[in-house]
Structure formats: C-alpha cells, structure tokens
C-alpha cells in the first residue's frame, strides 16, 4: 500500500467521499422531474485520473457498479478542462437509455496553473448518473414492455461533448432536447448533473490545496487498501466452485422462462464468475449490457464481504465476470435493453446469491422480492416513473424488511402529495401485504401493493419479475409470495405495454421476501393468504423506510 498514515489516510477517504456525497446532494436539490428529487434515482463518484473510482456516494448499485465503463469510453475522447460528456449508449458504457451519464475533468485552477500559458492538469473525473424519465422512443417514459430493438426504446447518445470550455454547445442540447418528451424538465435535470460535476471540481481543487500532493497519494491508497481488505475477506471463503440457475419470466415478445447459469469459483484471495451456460440474447428488451451483469456480481460481493470497506475500483480488482458473447448478459446491438438494466440486474443478483449461499451461509440472504416492479404512466406531456419496493429476504440472524427496495435499486417511493402535484395521477392505495413474506425461523418481508388511478388518457408500461417463480426461502424457510399486476381489476402478465383510458387503475402487488431457517412453531407458521394491510393498521412497519432502506439485513449496507 502506498505510504500515507492510516490518520491521514482515513482523513482523506473521508472527505473524497463527502465530496460524491455533495455532488448527489446538488443533483437532487437542482433537478426538476420528481424521479430524481423525490425518489433520487441518481448516483455520484469521483474517479482519478486512470479512470479508476476513487469514491462514491451512497446511491444506485446498478448505477455505480457499471459507472467505470462510462468513463473509460469516454476516456477514448480527447477532454480538456472545461468539457463535460454526455452518454446513454449502453453498448458504449451506459446501462439503459433512460440512465443519462455526465463526465467531466477535474483540473482545478492552482497557482501555477492560472499563470499565463500554463495548462490545468487533470487529476481525475466527476461522474454523475440519473434516470430521465423519458428519452424518446416508442413509449413514453421510454420503458416499453414491446421493444424489439434499442431504436424503439428512445434517443441513444455515445460520448458526446455536451460542453466544451466551459460552455453548452447549444446544438448538441437542442439535438437531445428535440428527441425527447418534457423537453423543459430535460433541460433542468442535465443542468443539474452538470452543476453537481462542478461542485465536485471545486471540492477537489479546495482539498488539493489543503493536501497538496498527499491528495493524489490518497487516490491510489484508497484503492489499494479496500483491494487489500476485499482480497481478505475472500481468502477466508471456502475455496471452490459454486453453481446456480434461475430464469427470467419472458422478455416482453414471449412469455418463456430465459434460463440464467452461474459458476462462482472462489479460489484463494480472487473470484471468478462466469455466466456460461445462459441464454442467448432475445427478441424483447430483457437483454442486459455486461456492465450491468458485472455491476450485479460487484454488489454481491460487497455484501458477503466487510460492509465497512471503503466502497471503491479496489473492491473490484479480485473479481473477474464474464459471459458469452451474443448471450442475454452480453448481446450485441441493436439488442433492446432497457429491462435488463431493471430486471435482469436482479436476476442475475439473486443467482450469484444464490451460487454463495454455502460458501458465505452467515452473509447471504434468503431470495429477496427479485424485481424493481417498474410502473411507469405517460403520455405526450408527462412521465412518471416508479419502482416500488417490496420484502427483502431473511437472514440467518434477521426477518427480512418489509416495502423496501431490494438489490440493485436504492431509491426512496414518491411520496403520495408530490406524485399528484406532478401529475395527473390519484394514488388510491398504498399498503402492505400482510403475509406475503415466507416463514421461517426469521420470517421474510412483505410486500406492497400500490393502485394508481390516470385522471387523463395515457400510455401504461409494466416490467416486473416474479410473478410465476416465487423469491426463493433458504435453509429451509418458505418461499415468498408472488406478484401481481391488474389493470382495471384485470390479471396482466409481467411485462406489458397498453394505451388506457382516462379513469384506469393500475395495481401492483409486490413480491414477499423468503423466510430462512425452518419454522420454529409460534411466531412463523405459513403466510396467511396475502391480505393487504394499510400501513397505518402497523406503525411500526412502514410501508417505506425512512429514508434509504437497507438491501436485505444488517450485512447488505445502501452504500454498494
């Protein structure tokens, strides 16, 4: 490790990621659509000038796992101080189109660098991620269920100078803002991405001139420490190779299971992951970019491992992922994609979890609700977007959470007042669904139910998971319950796209956590049927957690 004091060290961590912690703050409080300053589906990181990440903040895994792909596409570009990059394209660094990435230098303005002729060096990046809620495509909100194609999904941006010494190139913005819906609130969410890259530039260079050279120092022992702790915390897992299956419920052309394979082999201090035996890529928009596999085997590894090791590249170093070309978690253009950013993420998270549980029994959960339930309501002047959480899975030590997010998702809901300020939108119910979780020793999480009513005519989109296959119980615990969507009280598959008329109520049932360990008599006998439960008849489980919720127990912290 390189030679920096643990006092000092830990000084330095601390405020690197104070400062990915402020960039989010300033993205939060500056964007306008309600996606990102109710719910905060965003991320931010700093990254050094490798493209390493050197800190983050404590937001989206799927976000913030795939983040290092970004920048090293848009590393391929000649940036100077003063530009900032613009990037979707899930085939060039992004996830899904909706998740719009802005990268910019940090080269702050020293003393020597504000003499005449002297260039500002760029010591690393600023990196924020947001999910717009709409970019184009055939559907508004750009989540449809239908997608054949990345086309019909929305706009797709490679890295692109979206600002160039300091000022926006007015006709790559127009160029964006032309292809998308609420061109108005487009605007003000990438101004705000980009004043949250600015406001990590200046904490950098304020830090720069408090350490000096020490800062640059701490890049590297940052990463060199949490590879140290990581590469630890594996050694002392059992060596070998651990397999598992699990499928996805169609791809939104046909209603057939899409089989996912996993081989972890854990050999010393390193962890091998290798997803042969998947399925080849298909027609519908299940299909996930490798970025995303690989940032779903990153989460897991940072929850069976010291949860208070620095979140950085160094926790990634020990762990290799792979998958074959062509296949559902490495497809090649112009596969669509936007569910497998959402959904197949969780998939593939609860099989690497699932291939663990002998390896690491004390850190791996029972199966967790597996889905983010993507609602999303739109038409040609709004789009809402939500994902609604559900029952996390129990642990060896715990019951699972009820209504929370679970995964590779860490947003907050929208709150019921602000969801019907913005839209024409009535939420008629928001509740638990008592009984949902699987028993068990330690009982897993209910899930939600959330009836929304369309005050005007719109466009309905549902990607959603385990509705036929049940979050799986472990060490002998039941299974939780499955899901359900209705639309006007009518039983609808996971994955659907329908234009409905102005009165139409959409309601969707979430998944129970699974229950871990056998029942032990009085407290966990089986679910009783799946009712659902206001949240007030309980105050003591709320139907959202305040604030951001825990994954799934006390070993899986929100800062993957």
Not at 244 to 259: L, Q
Request: charged share 25%; glycine share 12%.
């Amino acid at each position: 490790m390189t030679d920096l004091d643990p006092i000092a060290l830990e000084i330095l961590r601390n405020q690197l990621e104070s400062v990915a912690e402020e960039m989010g703050q300033v993205l939060i409080r500056g964007a306008y659509s309600p996606n990102i300053t109710e719910r905060r589906d965003c991320s931010t990181a700093l990254f050094d000038a490798e493209g390493r990440m050197v800190a983050q903040a404590e937001h989206i895994p799927v976000h913030l796992g795939a983040m290092p792909e970004a920048v090293d596409a848009v590393l391929e570009h000649n940036l100077e101080p003063g530009d900032v990059f613009v990037l979707n394209d899930p085939f060039a660094g992004g996830t899904h189109l909706p998740d719009v990435t802005l990268v910019s230098p940090v080269a702050p303005e020293t003393d020597s660098a504000a003499t005449a002729g002297a260039d500002r060096e760029i010591l690393g990046y600023a990196v924020s991620r947001a999910h717009h809620a709409d970019v184009g495509g055939m559907a508004p909100g750009s989540m449809p269920a239908g997608a054949r194609d990345i086309q019909q999904e929305g706009l797709r941006i490679p890295p692109t100078r979206l600002v160039e010494n300091g000022e926006i190139r007015e006709e790559v913005e127009s160029l964006l803002l032309a292809n998308v819906r609420n061109p108005r609130e487009r605007r003000a969410d990438l101004r705000a991405q980009i004043a949250a890259n600015e406001r990590g530039e200046t904490r950098v260079g304020e830090l720069l001139a408090d350490h000096g050279d020490r800062l640059l120092t701490a890049f590297d022992a940052v990463v060199d420490y949490s590879r140290e702790r990581v590469e630890s915390e594996l050694a002392a897992l059992p060596d070998g190779t651990y397999t598992a299956t699990d499928a996805m419920e169609g791809d939104g052309v046909t209603d057939e299971d899409i089989p996912i394979e996993v081989s972890v082999e854990v050999d010393g201090a390193s962890v091998d992951v290798d997803f042969a035996g998947t399925a080849d890529q298909v027609a519908g928009n299940v299909n996930a970019p490798l970025t995303v596999a690989k940032s779903a085997v990153y989460f897991v590894i940072r929850c069976i491992t010291d949860p208070e090791i620095p979140p950085n590249h160094g926790c990634y170093e020990p762990v290799s992922v792979s998958a074959p070309e062509g296949s559902l978690l490495d497809p090649d253009p112009p596969a669509a994609v936007v569910g497998g950013n959402v959904e197949t993420s969780q998939r593939v998270t609860d099989v690497v979890f699932a291939a663990l549980a002998e390896a690491a029994p004390e850190r791996v959960p029972a199966g967790g609700q597996g889905t983010m339930n993507n609602l999303v309501v739109g038409a040609a002047d709004f789009a809402y977007y939500e994902t609604v959480g559900g029952g996390a899975g129990a642990t060896a030590s715990a019951d699972g959470l009820s209504g929370v997010q679970v995964g590779m998702t860490n947003t907050l809901n929208t709150p019921v007042e602000a969801l019907e300020a913005a839209y024409p939108l009535r939420v008629e119910r928001y509740a638990l669904r008592n009984g949902s979780g699987g028993a068990g020793r330690h009982r897993g999480g209910d899930g939600l139910v959330r009836s929304v009513t369309v005050e005007e005519p719109a466009t309905v989109s549902l990607l959603t998971e385990r509705r036929r296959h049940a979050p799986r119980g472990l060490d002998g615990g039941a299974d939780g319950a499955t899901g359900r969507n209705r639309i006007d009280g009518e039983a609808v598959g996971p994955k659907v796209t329908r234009e409905v008329p102005a009165g139409t109520t959409v309601t969707v049932e979430t998944p129970g956590g699974g229950g871990h360990g056998g029942p032990d008599g009085a407290d966990h006998g089986e679910p009783d049927g799946v009712a659902c439960r206001d949240s007030a008849d309980d105050p003591d489980r709320p139907a959202s957690g305040p604030g951001r919720s825990d994954d799934n127990s006390a070993a899986e912290p929100d800062d993957k």
